[in-house]
């Protein structure tokens, strides 16, 4: 299986995956609860990686238009579930058409931006995005399982 066929399912599973986490809260308001110890509602996670997806593979990758508005996703609170899921399958949309444009070739190519240190490979970068992608998931699994109360 090639690299690009990879990123195509695993950025597919995860990003479905989300959409079931976030439709899986039984109660819609914890969507946007914290406590002590959890910062970050599932709610702002989910809006962070939409923010994150569309700027760094759509735009950057994809020439799409989007503007971030980053401190939006960890500020905004109570936007209703079906919008959340609206802009995950919109997201889902602008990853399959962006990297149905790209070659095997082309991610050995430089990513466009420097985003970290150094300069890195448009592999680098949507490996590196799959794997944040992954790690705000679990957090996501992790925050529905202890704050989803129902009323």
Known sequence: MSILTALKQLFNRDLNKLKEE??????????WLTDANITNPAGNL???????????VGVHLGGTD????????????????????QKVDDTIRIIESTLDSL???QLT???PITVFDTRTTKAYMLLHLATHLGYHLGQINY?????????
């Open 109 to 111: 190519e430089e990513y």
């Open 103 to 105: 070659s095997e070739d």
């Open 46 to 56: 989910c809006l962070h990686l939409v923010g994150n997806l569309n700027t760094f």
């Open 143 to 151: 925050h529905r399982r202890l704050l989803d109360k129902t009323a």
């Open 22 to 31: 976030i439709s899986l809260y039984q109660y819609e308001p914890a969507l």
């Open 66 to 85: 989007y503007i971030r508005k980053r401190d939006l996703e960890f500020s905004l609170r109570d936007v209703p579930r079906a919008e959340l899921l």
